[in-house]
Nanobody, 122 residues
Framework: QEQLVESGGGLVQAGGSLRLSCAAS????????MGWFRQAPGKEREFVAT???????YYADSVKGRFTISTDSAKNTVYLRMNSLKPEDTAVYYC????????????????WGQGTQVTVSS
């Protein structure tokens, strides 16, 4: 069983930055893609960013140009650098691992972290 643990969330003012980390552990790592999703209170979980083959990246339109996803394969870690944060970015951010490269669909990811809260104040 793969285990994902997010860290780096917190409270930041609008315009600030945070870097989220997701460390993967376990005897096997079956995913070919890593993704970040977020869920605000009362809303559906939405796609944020994904990376496959440690090279190909895709972003939701709402974060493109502000967020950057990257990986450190040697450490089995995926990062989400969030710049120019806005209050609407406030959500619980989840790291996920899946076997479908470039997937933007939560159902296509098989491993999930517990989430880390990101709160952006105005």
């Amino acid at each position: 069983q793969e285990q994902l643990v997010e860290s780096g969330g917190g409270l930041v003012q609008a315009g600030g930055s945070l870097r989220l980390s997701c460390a993967a552990s376990g005897r096997t790592f079956s995913s070919y893609a890593m993704g970040w999703f977020r869920q605000a209170p009362g809303k559906e979980r939405e796609f944020v960013a994904t990376i496959s083959w440690s090279v190909s990246t895709y972003y939701a339109d709402s974060v493109k140009g502000r967020f950057t996803i990257s990986t450190d394969s040697a450490k089995n870690t995926v990062y989400l650098r969030m710049n120019s944060l806005k209050p609407e970015d406030t959500a619980v951010y989840y790291c996920a691992a899946g076997r479908v490269a470039g997937s933007r669909t939560p159902g296509e990811y098989v491993y999930w972290g517990q989430g880390t809260q990101v709160t952006v104040s105005s």
